[in-house]
């Protein structure tokens, strides 16, 4: 089992970028392929970015590619979501997550979530 918390998201303006961390704790973090997925008001959870176990291998929403970026450090035990260009669509509360499976896209597959962290973006 794996605890995950994610960083205080916050407030920016269009444009502007912001990080979110995701520290993992409880188990061996490299078993895990490690997803951030959002959710905005009114709205499903959706897949935003994942990371394969070893770092290599990434997948992405289409209409955050290229504005965000998703690392993580094994030997920290953390995942990392850069997040530039932000729009106002991009308001949501994200989630990062853990699935033992490889590089899935699709929430059902993690087994596992932080608490999530407010993320807005304003006009």
């Known amino acids: 089992q794996v605890q995950l918390v994610e960083s205080e998201g916050g407030l920016v303006q269009a444009g502007g970028s912001l990080r979110l961390s995701c520290a993992a704790s409880?188990?061996?973090?490299?078993?895990?392929?490690m997803g951030w997925f959002r959710q905005a008001p009114g709205k499903e959870r959706d897949f935003v970015a994942a990371?394969?176990?070893?770092?290599?291998?990434?997948a992405y929403l289409d209409s955050v590619k290229g504005r965000f970026t998703i690392s993580r450090d094994n030997g920290k035990n953390t995942v990392s979501l850069q997040m530039n260009s932000l729009k106002p669509e991009d308001t949501a509360v994200y989630y990062c997550a853990a699935d033992v499976g490889s590089l899935r896209t699709v929430k059902l597959a993690y087994d596992y979530w932080g608490q999530g962290t407010q993320v807005t973006v304003s006009s």
């Open positions: 990371i394969s176990k070893n770092g290599i291998t990434t």
């Open positions: 409880g188990s061996t973090f490299s078993r895990y392929s």
